[in-house]
């Protein structure tokens, strides 16, 4: 089947067929048999036909027209129906490859073309207007058809004729004259007839023999080299010699032809620069005259001209177009080299009245040189009154005789403006009074008229002009208005005068008249300070255009913008050509307000094609139009456009659209703080973020309002706005999507009722339209409508926070005026699309409108033609946050509330304990601890108070026993002891009954001793009471001693006499002790005595209250505002301060409830005469034992306590009622007797008071000394004024007399008062922390809750120990004695009750009997064979301690380290290594000569620098590069290298190829700087000068680079590779370097250098590829690659930041502990080796850490230099060095700390006998290894001289070493020795048989002797670690003892024991008996059994 072309439409065809066979028989069946097959049949390709030839030729100026429209589809019903056509142009037709189109190629056709890409069409016909293709050049088009999936091409050649030639040039518009003089200006124009703005132009400067000179275009020009202007800077020749020199321009035009144009100039310098002195150097103005003499000026062009210029303005101007300005008063201007005597101004004062003097020296033809002078001129205030001075100026500028009049006459006008200057300096500095206020003004004013008898017609009479103005003005505000119009005209003068000098003038000075505008421009900003709101002035405004129009005469158009800055107000001049009007300021990138224009130059036909177009943007710092009574909002600023007619005249332009920015004022309160958190719905809480708010305008007057929205989060919001308050979804009106790069959209509009369109359309600010507040403003019934915004947003944060997204709510509008009229206008300017919060855009569209004259007030001739425009913006008032009131819930923080709840609960399981302590303590009170070993048959009582120390370890639990000696006799030893009741703790005080046979009398001595048993054995005693109970006599003892083993166990204290001062340092810390105790709150509730007025509970509810108030109070700052940029230190920095004065807050309230509770409960003292000691008659019987004597004392106090409770009674009872009486006589059971407290009875009415009076006297002075017995000393302690109150807790609270002062006490219910305090107190606070608490954020509230931490650490720990050590300090000033101190007991006597006290009769006897143990061995002080053996187990308990201490210390630190050295990466810095040394490594190995390297950078690294896909990482790899790669040079320096000459031979020829190489180190480096090919330059060379620049080694970041022969500095001729620009760009860069003879024969090496950083792994890798030339001029090439990572210190949770803390608290703990006992052990510190060991890890440590440190700062200083300038090479190296080192010193730390682990490993016997064999065998070693070096020697100098020219090992002697080190470890590798056989067999068995057969086994021997003869030395010798160790071993056998084996052997297993003390020899008697031996030092007797 066939089927015809074009039959079938394009599709899928399914063809069947089928085949039948029919049989000719019947009985044979049909067989049919089928078969398919699908068919597609496709479209046909489109058809592309270009009408023409393929090659066309066209003029210049002719049409090109493509036409396409034959191109077609055939299968299409309409051929020409949906086709698509797209144009392509390009001048290499190597970019279309078939159809593929190279489209980014930037072979374009056209400037304005991106791509290939035509921009200019898109349909079938092309039209290319004539003179659009560049003539001279054949273009490529391609049109591409495409439909669908189908596309076809069309190519056309185009070959484009020249056009007409245009004519040209050079014309000069400034310093003209032939001989150009180089201090000056040099501007050239080319004038030029045909010429386009597409023509490209090229200036260069040749010399006379047409040779390009190098020149800083960049630098030293203002237009560059590549406009159709060119301007010279001045001082721009100063290197050039003078001669003829040629200016040329290469014009290459658009049509095709190329022009070259030159001009021909001498350069003149100026005269050479000589010496200038002043004289005198300091004097004073007006009254001092100064002598300038110069010397040594010399110039062929004579006569010079000295021109001396007075500068001493301090706040002048700025202009950016000059260098230096020299803007001042002319001295002298003459021929005359000597300067008369003349005065000088006052210098500056913030200069210490220093004056700039500048000399200029000028020859015949202009150019000058200039030297500057310095003098110190004082203001004549100094030494003379203000009215002496200022009638001295009065003479010299008034009346007809004045030196001014006569100035003036004479027509001396340079100096009369001197003059003026110099009074007008001399007034500034005068500080004007009231009374000469008017005279100043009047004198001010009189100048200013003075200045218009000055002419202006030369530069210099103009200057003088100037600068006398410019100084009266200075202080402007003492200027009359008369003068300061005045000062306005003539201001304005000048600067026509400027104008019309440089018309008239050909040989005009810009850059002075830029100078000289300065001077207006310091003036005009002065009086612009003082325009007052009532006065309308115009003419500061004129002087602003006249002052621009000045400056920009001196302009040609250039890119440049000159700015001219004063501090009132700053001006931007910028000239441009015509065409290129909207390039105007287009390179302000820093403005502060903006300004741009566009113009359509058609809309100006008048203004010459060719002519330049000056702009002129001026911005003012206040309002200059104060006078208008609508305020502003921005700042003002104007613009103004000129373009200049072929005639001279000035047109006025008015641009088609001006763009304005302007910066808002006022801007702290103009945004608020939004709290945003996650979603309150359920299904979104985990979501979505969302913040609101909520704000009131007028909808039906307002105009649109802003909305922005700032934050950091990018991420979209949608912002739904609802037409009320509350946020209900009947209320939505409006949704917007807000993104963070591109403006917002709307997603919904409520009935489409409004138009969203808006003007406004910048990223995050939304813009609500005036139609959408209608539209609310309609559902409203009120005029203020309500409006809420919520923000919603993908989840960001965990909690509500205000420190993310900020809100600005703002209205605004612009306004213009056309210069100055009666107010600013709103219907021209409207904001612009990029309005932000601080920054709005004003856009202003030329329309036709009136231009009114205004009245004028001066200067009526001039109109202004400045347009002003400002803003007015209106803050919508008081937003809501909605958040606070409608999202926040009280479940989303409850910080402050469990914190509260917390504190309560504490506090109320606490208050328990304290009611359970206080119960405690009055039953306590009953009782006294008596000693079982009292004898009842004992006749005397005493009481024996001890005062344990407060010390850490003063207890004790060991037996403590006493005697007491009197006069009468000594006492029986005593065990201070119960077996019920402990005592003797740390800071306890114990009262025991001690009884004797009869009277000891006055009590001298105490003895006490110890037992040194128990688990305490040490004690440390402070103090001892004695109190006779019957006689009431008391004895006091100041012992402060330890007792313990390493003391003295045994120890006799004698009576301290109340004379005797106490040493203070004892004093202070007992005082301290009992005032921790008392009266610090916190530590008192727990102290073990708790004096009674103030119980537990109560101190621990004002605990309560103070920390509660406290809370209160940082919540309170926590409110206030705060720093949202504060950092996380500085955070909890200012948690900690609110901390100190939350403290400090709640002080007062713990005063005042203390107050309360403590002096509400005190009851009165008794009466001294009734508290005084007196004898008992009934005591003075001899019958009865102790009980007896004690039971009738008792019974004689309670009936005198009666007597005293009814007096007391009685004297309180109320009048006319019978006072109560209490019966006390006790019944039953209770009527035995005790020693209890009556009830109501005063305390001390039982015991011993004194006599007050006396002793307050005697507190403050030393009571002389006595010398009686001992008995009169207890007598004075008991009866003279001993303040020792059993009754009372402290002694300072009853040292007043009754009677004699007031005491401070206060009625019962003050107690309740100071509950409902405490009740006020905790309840307010509560309520008040847990209310503004729910409010916070989590983050605040954390940093609430550290700072209320530190709050409660603060006071527990540093407000009250500081308080009481300050006082306890502040007694201490003065000398203290017994009485000083509180020897209070825990309780009274008079308080205590004996239980058990009474004995049965039958019981006696045998108490007696027991008695007898009095006299055992146990009662007896320890003998010293005891006493050795408790320092023994002591000692050992010791060294146990130390011992496990030192090895946990030394396992953590072990620990530490490993983890530092795991945080290195060193894995992964070795893979990364390898994958970078793979990458770059490609090649290095087949460079031998230095042009190879050329091919390797093109080849290798190009390829890895430049990453199309990702730019700035290297290829195939996430490795970002850091920086620019560097390529650096080193050479050697030409010529100075002298080689020797060729001799004949061969040898001398090859010695002359080498040493004619320069040597590196040897011969000097080369610094200087070339150009191409290596030249030296005529000049100082600049950065762009194209050249070789030596870049000098780094000083901030020192770095060395190491190869294979040399190690480098830091310094060469560098190229940097740019990775962001595409690989062509390098390539070229390479290839001209190439070109230009880089690597020569000069060469030394060639380093590239740069740093990646790999975000995967957090590794820097720096790599450096050397490149080294050897002698022998072959290239070496070694790559090195460092991989290292910095610490991250800013990461909230960083276990690297904790791991650094620990190894530096480690480190402090190691140094202050090395310290210490290098001060314990002093020169013997230096005789350990264990102590050496220590110290060289210690140090070590420390070199660690000052490296870690360094490497940290390096690499900070490194990241922010990168940050702020990543265009630059960073040299990491300096940090990959010292991580290197780092690591070094890290390795022997390592090493050292693993090697320090075998000293604690000694108590293994095997470790210990490993040590002394050594120790035994080191002088055999010593010997043994100078005989092995002496063989190692001759081995490696035999296998160096012999196989050293053939064998690879033996090339020098380094390998040479190591190959004989391999031999002794038998690593026999490449031994073939294929240069001599027989000596390389001979060399090996030789070192066989020596070294390893004899030698080695020789060093085992000596090593195993030693071995085996110190065994049972070793096992001898007792080992402080095998002591230690068991020690620890038994005690953890006895803490698991209570596990249930099976057997319990109280010995160590044996095996156990020969792992620690090893086995003797068997059989072996000789090491048996006495030994000596000295062991650690010291020389021991020992017995061997």
């Not at 002419?455 to 200075?474: C, N």
């Not at 007694?1371 to 007991?1385: D, E, F, G, H, I």
């Not at 990482?1513 to 030409?1534: C, E, N, T, W």
Request: contains cysteine; glycine residues 4%.
């Amino acid at each position: 089947m066939s089927i015809p072309a074009h039959a079938l439409p394009w599709g899928l065809y399914l063809f069947n067929f089928t085949v039948t066979v029919v049989p000719s028989e019947p009985q044979i069946s049909t067989h049919v048999a089928s078969d398919s097959l699908y068919l597609r049949v496709t479209r046909r390709p489109l058809k592309a036909v270009l009408l023409g030839d393929a090659n066309v030729t066209i003029r210049f100026s002719e049409e090109l027209v493509l036409n396409g429209t034959l191109s077609s589809d055939p299968e299409a019903d309409n051929p020409a129906e949906g086709l698509l056509f797209s144009w392509y142009c390009s001048t290499n037709p190597g970019n279309y490859q078939g159809d593929q189109i190279t489209v980014p190629s930037k072979e374009v056709c056209h400037p304005e073309q991106a791509d290939l890409n035509w921009p200019w069409a898109s349909g079938p016909v092309l039209a290319v207007s004539p003179e659009t293709l560049k003539g001279n050049r054949r273009y490529h088009f391609r049109m591409v058809v495409e439909k669908g999936y189908r596309s076809a091409f069309s190519d056309k050649s185009v070959a484009v004729l020249p056009g007409p030639q245009p004519t040209a040039h050079i014309s000069c518009l400034e310093n003209c004259a032939r001989t150009l003089a180089a201090s000056d200006r040099f501007s050239l124009f080319l004038n030029c007839t045909g010429c386009v703005s597409r023509d490209l132009y090229s200036w260069s400067i040749l010399s006379s023999a047409g040779n390009e000179v190098p020149f800083d275009w960049t630098g030293h020009t203002v237009t560059g080299r590549n406009g159709v202007y060119l301007s010279v800077k001045a001082f721009a020749f100063r290197h050039f010699l003078e001669a003829l020199f040629w200016v040329s321009v290469a014009l290459t035009s658009w049509s095709g032809s190329a022009l070259n144009v030159n001009y021909s100039f001498t350069v003149n310098h100026g005269p050479d620069v000589g010496t200038c002195q002043i004289n005198p150097a300091t004097g004073i103005a007006v009254f001092t005259k100064f002598v300038i003499q110069c010397n040594d000026f010399k110039d062929t062009h004579v006569p010079l001209t000295y021109k001396i210029i007075v500068s001493d303005l301090d706040s002048v101007g700025e202009i950016s177009s000059v260098k230096e300005n020299t803007l001042g008063a002319i001295l002298y201007w003459g021929a005359g080299s000597t300067i008369p005597p003349s005065f000088l101004p006052v210098g500056v004062l913030a200069h210490q009245y220093s004056l700039r003097i500048y000399v200029q020296v000028y020859d015949s033809l202009g150019a000058f040189s200039q030297v500057t002078l310095y003098a110190t001129v004082q203001a004549p205030t100094h030494g003379n009154s203000s009215g002496t001075v200022l009638r001295q100026l009065e003479n010299f500028t008034q009346g007809p005789t004045s030196l001014l009049s006569t100035l003036l006459q004479k027509q001396d006008f340079l100096p009369a403006g001197y003059l003026m200057y110099v009074v007008a300096s001399v007034l500034n500095s005068i500080k004007t009074k009231q009374t000469f206020q008017d005279d100043v003004a009047k004198l001010r004013e009189h100048l200013v008229n003075q200045s218009f008898v000055l002419p202006v017609s030369t530069l210099e009479e103009i200057g003088q002009v100037v600068m006398a103005v410019t100084e009266l003005t200075r202080k402007a505000s003492t200027l009359t208005p008369v003068a300061r119009k005045l000062a306005t005209a003539r201001i304005w003068q000048t600067s026509q005068a400027l104008q019309e000098y440089r018309h008239k003038d050909k040989r005009f000075r810009s850059e002075q008249v830029e100078i000289l505008s300065t001077g207006i421009l310091t003036s005009l900003s002065n009086i612009l300070k003082l325009l007052s709101p009532q006065e309308v002035v115009e003419d500061p405004f004129k002087v602003v255009e006249s002052l621009s129009d000045t400056v920009l005469a001196n302009k040609v158009p250039g890119k440049e913008t000159t700015v001219l800055r004063a501090p009132s107000f700053s001006m931007y001049v910028a000239k441009v050509e015509k065409w290129d009007i909207t390039q105007a300021f287009r390179n302000e990138m820093r403005c502060r307000n903006c300004f741009h224009a566009a113009l359509n130059v058609s809309r100006v036909p008048d203004l010459p094609a060719k002519a330049p177009v000056s702009v002129m943007f001026c911005e003012f710092s206040e309002d200059p139009f104060p006078w208008f009574p609508e305020n502003t909002s921005a700042e003002v600023v104007g613009f103004r456009m000129t373009g200049a007619m072929d005639n001279g005249d000035v047109m006025e332009i008015t641009p088609d659209v001006a763009e304005v920015y302007l910066v808002r004022k006022n801007m702290p309160s103009v945004t608020f703080n939004l709290t945003v958190g996650p979603s309150n719905e359920p299904e979104e809480s985990l979501k979505t973020t969302t913040g609101g708010f909520s704000f009131e305008v007028d909808g039906r007057k307002s105009r649109e309002v802003l909305v922005h929205i700032m934050t950091d989060v990018n991420t979209l919001f949608k912002v739904l706005v609802y037409a009320r308050s509350r946020v209900a979804p009947q209320d939505l009106v409006a949704t917007f999507l807000v993104p963070h790069d591109r403006p917002p959209v709307v997603k919904y509009s409520w009935n489409n009722l409004f138009d969203p369109a808006c003007t406004v359309r910048d990223a995050r600010v939304l813009c609500l339209p005036a139609s959408l507040l209608y539209v609310v403003a309609q559902r409203n019934p009120s005029l203020r409508c309500a409006i809420a915004v919520v923000l919603r947003a993908p989840r960001f944060v965990l909690e509500p926070s205000d420190k993310l997204v900020s809100i600005s709510l703002f209205s605004a509008h612009c306004l213009d005026m056309y210069g100055v009229q009666s107010d600013w206008r709103e219907d021209t300017c409207v904001l612009g699309e990029k309005t932000t919060w601080n920054k709005l855009h004003c856009v202003c569209r030329n329309a036709a409108r009136a231009r009114r004259q205004p009245s004028m007030i001066e200067l009526t001739s001039v109109r202004l033609h400045t347009r002003y425009l400002s803003a007015k913006v209106i803050a919508v008032p008081n937003p809501v946050d909605l958040r606070l009131y409608t999202i926040t819930k009280l479940n989303q923080n409850l910080v402050a509330l469990f914190a509260v709840l917390l504190i309560m609960l504490i506090y109320t399981v606490l208050a328990f304990w304290a009611l359970h302590r206080d119960r405690m303590d009055r039953f306590l009170q009953d009782h006294v601890i008596g000693l079982p070993d009292n004898d009842p048959y004992d006749s005397m009582c005493y009481l024996v108070t001890v005062f344990t120390g407060s010390r850490l370890g003063s207890g004790t639990r060991a037996n403590v026993f006493v005697q007491l000696s009197g006069t009468e006799g000594t006492s029986d030893t005593h065990c201070l002891s119960h077996p019920h009741l402990p005592s003797l703790c740390r800071g306890s005080i114990d009262t025991f009954l001690l009884t004797t046979k009869s009277d000891l009398g006055d009590i001298h001595s105490v003895r006490m001793w110890l037992s040194s048993e128990g688990e305490a054995p040490s004690w440390y005693l402070s103090r001892i009471k004695v109190e006779s109970l019957f006689s009431r006599h008391v004895w006091l003892f100041m012992c402060r001693k330890w007792l313990c083993v390493d003391t003295t166990l045994d120890q006799t204290f004698h009576v301290l006499h109340p004379d005797e001062p106490l040493i203070r340092k004892d004093f202070f810390l007992i005082d301290v002790t009992y005032g921790l105790g008392k009266n610090h709150l916190w530590f008192s509730v727990f102290a073990s005595v708790v004096p009674k007025p103030f119980n537990r509970l109560q101190r621990l509810s004002c605990c309560l209250a103070m920390l509660l108030s406290s809370l209160l109070c940082n919540v309170m700052f926590f409110n206030l505002e705060q720093d949202g940029t504060e950092t996380r230190e500085g955070r909890y920095a200012r948690s900690m301060v609110i901390g100190i004065q939350s403290v400090l807050i709640t002080l007062p309230i713990q005063l005042l409830i203390t107050f309360f509770f403590t002096y509400s409960q005190k009851k009165p003292q008794a009466n001294l005469d009734e508290a005084a000691p007196r004898k008992q008659p009934l005591m003075s019987e001899e019958a009865g034992h102790w009980q007896e004597r004690l039971s009738k004392w008792h019974a004689q106090e309670v009936a005198r306590a009666r007597t005293w409770e009814t007096a007391d009674t009685q004297e309180t009872a109320p009048a006319g009622r019978p006072a109560p009486i209490r019966e006390t006589a006790p019944t039953g059971k209770s009527a035995k007797p005790t020693l209890k407290r009556e009830p109501g009875r005063p305390k001390t009415s039982l015991h011993p008071t004194f006599r007050q009076g006396h002793q307050s006297k005697e507190a403050e002075t030393k009571a002389p000394k006595t010398n009686g017995a001992n008995k009169d000393a207890s007598n004075r302690n008991a009866q003279d004024g001993q303040e020792v109150h059993s009754g009372e807790p402290s002694l300072q609270e009853d040292t007043e007399q009754p009677g004699t002062k007031p005491r401070l006490a206060q009625p019962p219910w003050c107690v309740r008062l100071a509950w409902l305090l405490v009740l006020a107190t905790s309840s307010v606070s509560s309520f008040f922390t847990v209310l503004h608490g729910l409010a916070y954020g989590h983050d605040t509230s954390v940093e609430w809750l550290f700072a209320s931490f530190c709050s409660f650490c603060q006071s527990v720990f540093l407000v009250q120990p500081f308080k009481i050590i300050l006082g306890s300090g502040l007694r201490t000033k003065n000398p203290k004695y017994s009485k000083n101190l509180s020897w209070a007991a825990k309780f009274h006597s008079g308080e205590i009750k004996l239980s058990e006290v009474e004995v049965p009769l039958e019981a006696m006897e045998p108490l007696h009997q027991r008695t007898v143990l009095r006299g055992s061995r146990m009662y007896q002080p320890l003998s010293e064979d005891e006493i050795q053996i408790f320092k023994r187990k002591k000692r050992i308990r010791r060294r146990a301690v130390l011992f496990l201490s030192c090895l946990l210390t030394h396992c953590i630190f072990l620990a530490l380290l490993g983890l530092l050295v795991a945080l290195l990466r060193l894995t992964h810095s070795f893979y990364h290594n390898q994958f970078l040394r793979a990458q770059f490594s490609v090649g290095l190995a087949a460079l031998t000569e230095l042009p190879d390297i050329y091919g390797w950078l093109h080849r290798v690294l190009l390829p890895l620098l430049h990453n199309d896909r990702k730019p700035g990482f290297l290829y195939d790899s996430s490795s970002k590069i850091l920086g620019l790669p560097l390529l650096r040079q080193v050479r050697a320096r030409l010529g100075e290298k002298i080689c020797l000459p060729a001799k004949n031979s061969a040898e001398n020829s090859v010695m002359e190829k080498i040493h004619c190489r320069p040597v590196y180190g040897i011969d000097p480096e080369d610094t200087q700087n070339y150009s191409s090919f290596w030249k030296e330059v005529g000049m100082q060379p600049s950065l762009h000068t194209d050249g070789f620049s030596y870049k000098p080694p780094e000083k901030r970041w020192v770095y060395h680079s190491y190869g294979r022969l040399n190690t480098y500095g830091s310094g060469g001729y560098v190229f940097y590779f740019f990775p962001e620009e595409q690989q062509f760009n390098s390539t070229v860069r390479l290839k001209e370097l190439q070109n230009s003879n880089w690597l020569d024969e000069k060469t030394w090496a060639v380093i590239l250098e740069l740093t990646t950083f790999s975000p995967d792994v957090s590794l820097f890798c720096s790599i450096s590829i050397a490149f080294e030339v050897s002698q022998f001029g072959a290239v070496h090439s070694s790559l090195s690659t460092h991989s290292f990572s910095l610490s991250d210190f800013n990461r909230e949770t960083s276990a690297e930041v904790y791991l650094y803390a620990a190894i530096l608290i480690f480190f402090v703990a190691y140094v202050v502990d090395e310290g210490y006992i290098i001060m314990q052990e002093k020169t013997s510190y230096v005789r350990s080796v264990y102590n050496l060991l220590n110290f060289a890890l210690k140090c070590i440590f420390t070199v660690l850490i000052m490296f870690f440190v360094g490497k940290h700062l390096l690499a900070a200083g490194m990241i922010r230099s990168y940050l702020s300038n990543p265009e630059d090479f960073i040299p990491f190296h300096a940090v990959s060095q010292v991580d290197h080192t780092m690591r070094i010193i890290l390795a022997f730390l390592l090493f050292l700390t693993i090697l320090k682990t075998l000293r604690y490993s000694r108590f293994f016997y095997d470790v210990r006998l490993a040590q002394r064999a050594i120790q035994a065998a080191l002088p055999g070693i010593c010997h043994m290894a100078f005989v092995v070096s002496v063989y190692f020697f001759v081995y490696v100098a035999f296998g160096y001289l012999v196989f050293g020219q053939h064998e690879w090992n033996y090339r020098n002697l380094i390998h040479a070493t190591q190959t004989v080190f391999s031999y002794c470890a038998l690593a026999f590798q490449n031994t073939e020795f294929s240069s001599n056989r027989a000596l390389g067999v001979l060399f090996l068995s030789s070192f066989m048989l020596v070294m390893i057969c004899i030698l080695v086994n020789l060093f085992q021997a000596v090593i195993l002797s030693a071995y085996e003869e110190m065994k049972q030395p070793v096992y001898e010798e007792p080992s402080e670690e095998v002591d230690a160790m068991a020690y620890l071993c038994r005690k953890l056998r006895a803490v698991f003892s209570f596990l249930p084996l099976r057997s319990r052997t109280r010995d160590e297993p044996e095996f156990f024991i020969n792992m620690l003390y090893g086995q003797p020899e068997k059989n072996s008697r000789r090491f048996l008996g006495l030994k000596t031996r000295i062991i650690n030092g010291k020389k021991m007797v020992y017995l061997v059994v």
